[in-house]
């Protein structure tokens, strides 16, 4: 089975950009959507179908992704942005879904 | 607006059997894929597996031997059991729904329940 890996932590000045990174080979069939859990709290969709934001999403999140390896960028990053973002994704089997480990935002 | 809540034990022995429910409202359950997920304590998101009203799904196949998800429309409720449970089952467990628009793996799980705790204990 194929797996996500995320760097565990990035941290960002106040109202600069940021890029989490999510690499797998299963990246190069197909597209990762992207989640924000801060504690106690349910998980948010930020980022879906290669780089569709939900209703209600701020349009400072968005998405890239080149060979095995996706992104999510946050531009001008809010306090409220820190929390962990997971990146999920087919197996390369194309029969389930797999998250990578997350990683922690800290804003600065 | 769809709402969803879960529900369970909260504390369980080892070799029991776990079951969970999603409560459902705001919606029609056929309008949704079914989505079960859980955290570790300290750990990551889990995909356990997926379920729709038309009974096509798939399960994470490291734990498929164990899991049964199922939906009973008429009390507007998904429902989780998992097998022989030991304390590495322990955790949060979401429910979340993705619209029913012939592809699963596009839209993403946009409706999540707040979770429900699971410990395993002897």
């Known amino acids: 089975s194929s797996q996500l890996t995320q760097d565990p932590a990035v941290s960002v000045a106040l109202g600069q950009t940021v890029r989490l990174t999510c690499q797998g080979d299963s990246l190069r069939m197909y597209s990762a959507t992207w989640y924000q859990l801060k504690p106690g709290q349910a998980p948010v969709l930020v980022i879906y179908g290669q780089n569709n934001r939900p209703s209600g999403i701020p349009d400072r999140f968005s998405a890239s992704s080149s060979g095995n390896t996706a992104s999510l960028i946050i531009s001008g990053a809010q306090a409220e942005d820190e929390a962990d973002y997971y990146c999920n994704s087919r197996d390369t089997s194309a029969q389930y879904l797999i998250f990578g480990g997350g990683t922690k935002v800290t804003v600065l | 607006q769809l709402q969803l809540q879960e529900s369970g034990p909260g504390l369980l022995k080892p070799s029991e059997t776990l079951s969970l429910a999603c409560s459902v409202s705001g919606g029609s359950i056929s309008d949704y894929y079914w989505t079960w997920i859980r955290q570790a304590p300290g750990k990551g998101l889990e995909w356990i597996g997926y379920m729709s009203s038309d009974e096509s799904g798939s399960y994470n196949p490291s734990l498929r031997s164990r899991i049964t998800i199922s939906i009973d429309s008429s009390k507007n409720q998904i429902s989780l059991k998992l097998a022989s449970v030991t304390a590495a089952d322990s955790g949060k467990y979401f429910c979340?729904?993705?619209?029913?628009?012939?592809?699963?793996?596009?839209?993403?799980?946009?409706?999540w329940g707040q979770g429900t705790a699971v410990s395993v204990s002897s």
């Open positions: 979340a729904s993705t619209p029913n628009t012939g592809s699963y793996y596009f839209y993403g799980m946009e409706v």
